[in-house]
């Protein structure tokens, strides 16, 4: 079964609700025939690269609120994200664009260390006092080295504003025509879709539905062939 799981590394729900499906995923019986995938979703695509804001200034001006409610709802997500054992920044987060993440997020699906990209990148952007946006490119490179991978593929990705962002925006386009006008999205077997950051029972019963309703294997019948099982194999006879 397959889980593709759309959101941005900028999404503090995405990061909540990341953890949250895990938690399910991990009690699942079935854990080790899952296969997670993450797709890209840009919560603020606009963003100019180098265009850098505090988180509350920037609720404030995209939600029209002040800075002290904006405030406020960092420190409610800051609990929420505590409860599921995640730690949470609630003072000095900055925030900016994340297009080049996405972009190494698609090289790290093709080393097969996609999963452990995205967790530093949250870690990174929710957790640590260093800003992931201010830093530049080297930071995005020390993480990717963290996480697996070549720093020389990372940074070769980096310089080059076209790798990958035909992917980016691909899972974009396909996020649109599923429905998704927001992150984080789980989307289970192209057959059940999951929004927001659920508790961890409902991504349990989403599971345990998608995996009951499976179809059954249907076999092509073109009469008897060679094969080997428990006993061994058949020894040809002519």
């Known amino acids: 079964m397959r889980v593709e799981i759309w959101s941005d590394i900028a999404c503090p729900w ?6 949250r499906f895990e ?4 009690a699942f019986p079935h854990r080790d025939q899952v296969e997670v995938v993450h797709r890209s979703f840009e919560l603020d695509p606009g963003r100019a690269k180098g265009d850098i804001q505090p988180v509350p200034a920037m609720l404030a001006k995209k939600y029209g609120m002040s800075e002290a409610q904006a405030q ?3 420190d409610n997500l800051g609990a929420q994200a505590a409860a599921e054992g995640l730690d949470y920044r609630t ?4 925030h900016g664009n994340t297009f080049d993440m996405h972009r190494l997020l698609h090289l790290a699906k093709e080393r097969g260390r996609q999963d452990e990209l995205i967790q530093l990148l949250y870690r990174a952007n929710f957790a640590e006092e260093r800003s992931l946006f201010a830093e530049g490119d080297e930071r995005l490179v020390e993480l990717a080295v963290e996480a697996g991978l070549d720093a020389g593929e990372a940074r070769a990705v980096l310089a080059d504003p076209a790798a990958y962002a035909d ?3 691909a899972d974009e386009r396909e996020a649109a025509q599923l429905g998704a006008n927001g992150v984080p999205f789980f989307v289970l077997d192209r057959k059940y879709g999951v929004s927001g950051a659920q508790p961890a029972e409902v991504f349990t019963q989403a599971l345990t539905r998608a995996w009951g309703e499976r179809p059954p294997l249907r076999f092509v019948d073109q009469g008897e062939a060679e094969a080997c ?3 061994g194999c ?3 006879q002519h």
Do not use: I
């Open 23 to 26: 938690k399910a995923l991990d």
């Open 14 to 19: 995405c990061y909540v609700g990341k953890a």
């Open 91 to 94: 003072r000095g987060r900055d």
């Open 234 to 236: 058949a020894v040809p």
């Open 72 to 74: 406020a709802g960092e």
């Open 167 to 169: 992917e980016v925006r």
């Open 229 to 231: 099982g428990p006993d």
